[in-house]
């Protein structure tokens, strides 16, 4: 009842806008929408995944798991009238997509680069001038890689943010969203694909396109705090802004390599285990927030890894500061 009243309201209110050729198309589609999570079946994808990690029984019944819990997800967008929402119509998919798998994961990606390049500069500046035993001489100069370190943190999530706010505000001054910040992002025009496999575009939180944006920007801020915090790891450990660069471009390629590599050997548990490596939150930018297919193992994996590689990197940076000083106090 909820969605057919759903229904009449977007009818009503297409209908009175003036008609313009797009107008028309969005209003044909409108007519024919439906509540597509009404019955929608999980277990197609369910089956899809768990034949592909078949030689794992413990990723097949991780997959079962993750599925049985996003037929719930599709049962409550179905009560709350989600995929009524018109979101941008017939151009949802497209605009979506351009959005947050091309333009957003250039401006994170620029995010990252940067902000790892400038923590690596910023802890061997004395290295390169060959004046770290002159400044960790005295106590107060021991303590000035952790100030380097934290100005280094805080460098690279405000250029994110000034990047994310530069590069989305002519974005949105070129498109207008006035009349879509309050539409679901799981409308029955999204959606995403994968393995040749198109499904709703179906989250584990109830999102609309405003929240969904703002959860992307966050997420996107911690996950460059997640690789600059990595780089301040490289840097205090090797003292060399080369070879620390190097190694951490290994790191970062590696993981990802070392995934790939896990799957085509079929050892599924060890691949499921490797998605909390940043670089393969980076991979699923355009999904976010979504069940992810074979690169997420549970819900919110994109969530819990960039949180758990933030622990990590951050108590990592704690122990090689303190490493770090005691050798300078040695020499």
Request: aromatic letters at 12%; a neutral charge.
């Amino acid at each position: 009842m909820r969605c057919m009243n759903s229904r009449k309201l977007v009818l009503v209110g297409l209908e009175r806008l003036p008609r313009t050729e797009y107008g028309d198309l969005v209003l044909s589609a409108a007519r024919e929408m439906t509540d597509i999570f009404e019955d929608y079946d999980t277990r197609d994808l369910a089956g899809l995944y768990e034949g592909v990690v078949k030689d794992s029984p413990a990723a097949v019944r991780l997959m079962s798991w993750k599925y049985t819990l996003l037929a719930e997800r599709a049962a409550h967008l179905s009560g709350t009238g989600a995929a009524m929402d018109l979101y941008a119509g017939p151009v949802t998919h497209d605009a979506h997509q351009f959005l947050y798998d091309t333009l957003f994961r250039a401006v994170v990606t620029e995010s990252l680069l940067v902000g790892m390049l400038s923590m690596l500069y910023l802890l061997g500046f004395e290295g390169q001038r060959r004046t770290v035993s002159l400044i960790c001489a005295s106590r107060s100069g021991r303590k000035l890689y952790g100030k380097k370190v934290l100005a280094g943190l805080t460098a690279a999530v405000f250029l994110y943010i000034l990047l994310a706010a530069v590069t989305l505000g002519v974005y949105f001054c070129l498109w207008d969203y006035g009349g879509v910040w309050g539409g679901s992002v799981s409308s029955q025009f999204n959606y995403l694909t994968d393995m040749l496999f198109r499904r709703p575009f179906l989250t584990w939180g109830d999102f609309t396109v405003g929240g969904y944006l703002a959860a992307e920007l966050t997420l996107g801020a911690l996950l460059t705090a997640d690789f600059a915090l990595l780089a301040a790891v490289c840097g205090l450990l090797l003292r060399n802004v080369y070879a620390s660069a190097l190694v951490l471009a290994v790191v970062c390629f590696g993981g990802v390599g070392l995934t790939a590599m896990l799957a085509q050997m079929g050892l599924w548990c060890g691949y499921f285990a490797s998605l909390v490596h940043p670089a393969c939150v980076w991979l699923g930018i355009g999904g976010w927030f979504t069940e992810l297919g074979l690169s997420g193992a549970a819900p919110w994996q994109e969530t819990v890894s960039t949180g758990l590689d933030l622990l990590a990197f951050g108590l990592g940076t704690a122990l090689s500061l303190r490493l770090f000083r005691r050798k300078d106090i040695v020499t």
